[in-house]
């Protein structure tokens, strides 16, 4: 049985999308035959899917290496399913596209965090979470600037419908009591239309108002797809740092609490 083409439920290329899917199905089914690419009714060539494949393994990296290429075939490399839940995860929503709850969506700011603190070698972070009005909003920046050691900036610009002030995650590497260090604001989306919807730089504007920043941070957005190619250069300057599913993937470490938030996701699909 061919592997039928996915709906484009992403902004994702037809190419993109497809490697997706065949990501996902090896994950799943272990090995995909070549002959089972539904190529034909498609626009599809083999060879572009197995150079994105390619691509994609040359980003995620010598130590996370989730399938091979071989003669005539796509083969999982992670036979130990229950410890790759996070990539799992990050596959299902890059095929599933759509709005979720916040028990979901909350699981890929842990997967992120995680992640990003791996990468700028620190354990310091604030995932915000911060709730539905002006009051917790406020609280919870005052709660972050003083854990940057920062200075106190305009609370009175903070909009009613701010929520979360549009940034998830706060990961910042300390020097010393004086603040002035790396900050890093991060927007992570499991959202379908993150080339559209999303610009995480313009959200620094925002936040430098509500404190003083000694460094400006930098941002970042966290997406469950791969950027294609072309379209990394623009990205980068909608959004600063991207992190994608094989930057999250290389630089992700276990953590049994977020294994048993997968697990417990996982048992209601």
Not at 70 to 95: G, M, Q, T, V, W
Not at 100 to 129: A, R, W
Not at 180 to 209: E, F, H, P
Request: charged share 20%; aromatic share 12%.
């Amino acid at each position: 049985m061919s592997l039928t083409f996915p709906s484009l439920v992403s902004s994702d290329t037809k190419v993109s999308s497809y490697c997706n899917y065949i990501e996902y199905s090896a994950f799943c089914d272990g090995d995909i035959l070549f002959d089972e690419f539904d190529t034909d009714d498609n626009g599809l060539q083999i060879a572009d899917i197995v150079g994105e494949l390619k691509r994609r393994l040359n980003l995620y990296g010598d130590s996370f290496l989730p399938y091979e290429i071989r003669k005539d075939s796509i083969a999982s490399l992670l036979p130990d399913k229950e410890n790759y839940l996070h990539y799992f995860y990050c596959l299902y929503y890059a095929l599933q596209g759509g709005s979720f709850p916040v028990n979901v969506t909350n699981i890929f700011e842990q997967i992120t965090d995680n992640s990003l603190k791996n990468y700028f070698g620190t354990t310091n972070s604030t995932i915000t979470s911060i709730g539905q009005n002006t009051a917790n909003l406020r609280g919870s920046i005052d709660s972050i600037r003083i854990a940057l050691k920062e200075v106190k900036g305009n609370y009175d610009v903070i909009a009613p419908q701010a929520k979360d002030g549009g940034i998830d995650i706060v990961t910042y590497k300390p020097l010393d009591d004086r603040g002035n260090q790396i900050v890093c604001l991060t927007d992570a989306t499991i959202g379908k239309n993150w080339k559209t919807s999303k610009s995480v730089i313009t959200k620094l504007n925002y936040w430098t108002d509500y404190i003083l920043f000694k460094v400006c941070p930098i941002t970042c957005l966290s997406i469950v797809h791969v950027v294609d190619e072309a379209e990394f250069y623009q990205a980068s300057r909608n959004n600063g740092l991207i992190f994608d599913r094989t930057r999250i993937m290389k630089y992700f470490t276990s953590d049994n609490t977020l294994k048993a938030s997968l697990e417990a996701w996982h048992a209601t699909l």
